[in-house]
Every structure is written in structure tokens, then in C-alpha cells.
């Protein structure tokens, strides 16, 4: 359980929370992170500034409306990196939260708080955003499931924005019954999978010298029978950088579009890492948003390509298990670089991705992702809940302990 007093976990609890009697997601315990508009409740974004600078709304996220409506009890708001402009789950104001299934490595970020709660059982649904990994790295190095739905698919209005071209919301649990229950709630319908075994193309990223698909990677995706790989395609290294850099050149642009004339009047105190971002954003130029531009077509072509004999994409979620909190700066910033390669993909082509908690490297918890077609998140979700039949308790904290 974690402290109703720690900051770096929740920022606001709801001491008036009433319970709904009924509906699909009755009695569940939803924590909103700290992005997501709650009327009468101020909107901090994981900044203190920004608190200050912006009047406390009057209206509340839809996304959270619906979610409250079907049943469900909201908890509290949970805390995010400034601006959900990182992914390590690190905040320069707030601390960095215990990751439950981890003790001394990172929590991963943005939408850390909502992981970290749901991790320790103190909330069922963690609502998050994700622009370039904020509920995939989280929901990894946490041991949980978490979505990033397609782009659009969910509204995200009364929410605070980093790149509105990229940012989607989505939500972390325990155990996949529950993901689908949220989805249910929240996702259109999509014809579901009837293909069995389902086609899945195995992306294997080769960084740095090494690949990123290991032995454990290929053990938990056979331990899966209703998935068959039927393609395995190997993702080089300059690939995977280029991606990377068409995604954070694209990603910059609007994030500076988006909040450039703010930090520019209001000079926010940042963290050192948030700062630098923000000021590498600021120096971004048109041509290079039209190179980008360019790539992103190319790249988006060889995506939608990968489906042409395969129903879904499989590839790791996160480079490895979560960096050890006393990393270095430059142990970081090289994970970091690996780590967008990966996340970059399903960004570029406004795809829907689910993190599974199906494996342990290093002795703490991994997974492999799922990516599908636009459109097709509650089909995705229906298969994961095919493959992980299991019902979470409420309280329990089960992060990385779900198998097939």
C-alpha cells in the first residue's frame, strides 16, 4: 500500500469517493492521472507552476465521467513527470515513487503514479496518457498491463496535452479481465479475431550490437499457443534510430507548438532533464519538421506493411527491466535512445499497443508488447483476456506474476 501522504504517488485523494452499486466497473478503485481535468480540483501536471499559472477547471475529462458512470470509485489523482515529458517516473518537485515490484529501479514514467498505485493495490484502474511510452514503459517495468490506445480512438478533452498529434489515453491493471472491462466502457467495438491461432509477425530489434529478443522473449511468446508466428523480421539498429528521431523531431515540434509561448512567458522551474528537452524543442526548425515529415510517410509504409501477412505485430516492450535507480546519466540516456526505437513505432503509425507482464529479466519484471491494426484496441483487449484468464482480488499486488 502506499502512504495517502506521499506526493509522488498521489496528488489529490477524493475523501468524498461514493461507491456506485452498479454498473460494469462497480466497485473498482480508479486513480486519474494528474493530466486529466477533475472540476473543482486543481490540475498540476506534475508541476508547480503550471498549477499556479492555470485556474482550476470547472468541467471534468469525459474519459473520467465515463469511467465513474460505468461504476467505478475514484481514488485520487495520481502523480506524473512534468508535463508528461519523460518516461522514467522520476519528478524533480515530487520525488520519484517505489516501484512494488522493483525497489531500486526506476517506476518509469509518465503516467508513474498510476502505475505505481495500481502495482501496489491501492487502485484496480490507473487512467494514463501515452505519447511515446507513458503507459508501456510504466506498465513494464511495473509488472502490469497497460494500453496505448490508437491515436483519436479516446477523447482527450479537459486533459493537459504534450504533443496532441501523438498523445492518446489509456489505463494500467493487474490482470487482463479488467483491462477489457475498461475497454468495454470506454472502446467502440471492433470484430474480434477469428483466426486461431491468431498470426502474429515477431519484430526482432537489433541495437547497439545485440538483439533485444532473448530467450525468455521467445519462451513466453510459446507459452502463448493461441499466437502463432508465422514472420519473424529483423529491426536494425539504424532503423530503429531513425524512427526514433523522426518520432522525437515530430514529437518536439509539437510539444513547442504546444506549450512553447507558456514556458516562455512563465519560465517554469523544471528538472534538469525536463529543462533540456524543452529547450532542444524550442530549437527546432521547419525544414527539419518537413525531413521528418518525409521519413514519417516511409516509415508508416513499412508498418502497415508487417500486417499484410500477420493479424498482430510482437516485439519487447521495453529494451529490458526497468534501469536500476543509481544509473548513470549516460547509462540512462543510452537506454533511453534504445527504448524510443521501440516505443516509436506503434507512435508513428497511431497504433494500439499492450504491454504483457509475461516475463523477469535481471530479476525484476518484463514484457512483450502486442501491436494491432487502428481500430482494433477492443479486439486486442479480447484476445489478451483470452490468453490471461484470470480475475484480480481487490489489494492484491500480483505486478509480474501473471502467465498464460
Not at 501522504?5 to 466497485?27: M, Q, R, Y
Not at 477547471?57 to 458512470?69: A, Y
Amino acid at each position: 500500500m502506499v502512504a495517502a501522504t506521499d506526493k509522488s504517488v498521489f496528488c489529490w485523494l477524493n475523501t468524498a469517493a461514493i461507491e456506485h452499486s452498479s454498473g460494469p466497473l462497480a466497485g473498482l478503485r480508479l486513480g486519474v492521472k494528474d493530466l486529466f481535468d477533475i472540476a473543482g480540483v486543481t490540475t498540476a501536471a506534475g508541476n508547480p507552476d503550471w498549477a499556479n499559472s492555470h485556474p482550476t477547471p470547472s468541467h471534468t475529462s469525459s474519459v473520467v465521467e465515463e469511467l465513474i458512470e460505468a461504476g467505478s470509485v475514484l481514488i485520487g489523482k495520481t502523480q506524473t513527470d512534468e508535463l508528461a515529458y519523460s518516461l522514467n517516473g522520476q519528478n524533480h518537485h515530487f520525488g520519484t515513487p517505489l516501484n512494488p515490484a522493483a525497489n531500486d529501479r526506476l517506476p518509469g514514467g509518465s503516467s508513474s503514479g498510476s502505475a505505481v498505485a495500481t502495482a501496489a493495490g491501492d487502485i484496480d484502474i490507473g487512467l494514463g496518457t501515452d505519447t511515446g511510452g507513458s503507459i508501456r514503459v510504466p506498465a513494464s517495468y511495473n509488472g502490469l498491463f497497460g494500453i496505448r490506445t490508437s491515436q483519436g480512438l479516446v477523447s482527450a478533452d479537459h486533459m493537459v496535452p504534450l504533443a496532441p498529434r501523438f498523445d492518446t489515453v489509456g489505463w494500467l491493471c493487474r490482470d487482463a479481465a479488467t483491462m477489457y472491462q475498461v475497454g468495454q466502457v470506454l472502446l467502440p467495438n471492433a470484430h474480434h479475431y477469428d483466426s486461431n491461432p491468431v498470426r502474429v509477425a515477431v519484430l526482432e530489434p537489433y541495437i547497439d550490437g545485440q538483439t533485444l529478443w532473448r530467450s525468455e522473449h521467445q519462451q513466453a511468446l510459446d507459452s502463448l499457443p493461441q499466437l502463432k508466428a508465422n514472420q519473424h523480421l529483423l529491426l536494425e539498429g539504424d532503423w530503429l534510430t531513425g524512427a526514433s528521431e523522426c518520432f522525437r523531431v515530430l514529437q518536439g515540434r509539437d510539444i513547442w507548438r504546444t506549450h512553447g509561448a507558456w514556458v516562455t512567458a512563465t519560465k517554469p522551474k523544471f528538472g534538469a532533464d525536463i529543462e533540456a528537452r524543452f529547450q532542444w524543442a524550442a530549437g527546432l526548425t521547419e525544414d527539419q519538421q518537413q525531413q521528418a515529415e518525409t521519413r514519417l510517410r516511409a516509415y508508416t509504409t513499412v508498418i502497415h506493411d508487417w500486417f499484410h501477412h500477420s493479424d498482430v505485430l510482437v516485439l519487447p516492450t521495453t529494451p529490458g527491466a526497468a534501469p536500476r535507480l543509481d544509473a548513470s546519466d549516460e547509462q540512462l540516456a543510452r537506454y533511453r535512445n534504445q527504448l524510443m526505437g521501440l516505443t516509436a513505432i506503434a507512435g508513428l503509425a497511431g497504433l494500439p499497443q499492450i504491454q504483457l507482464p509475461v516475463l523477469t529479466l535481471e530479476g525484476a519484471p518484463a514484457g512483450l508488447s502486442l501491436i494491432a491494426r487502428s481500430g482494433m484496441d477492443l479486439a486486442l483487449l479480447a484476445l489478451v483476456k483470452d490468453l490471461f484468464p484470470i480475475t484480480q482480488t481487490n489489494n492484491n499486488n500480483e505486478g509480474g506474476k501473471y502467465g498464460p
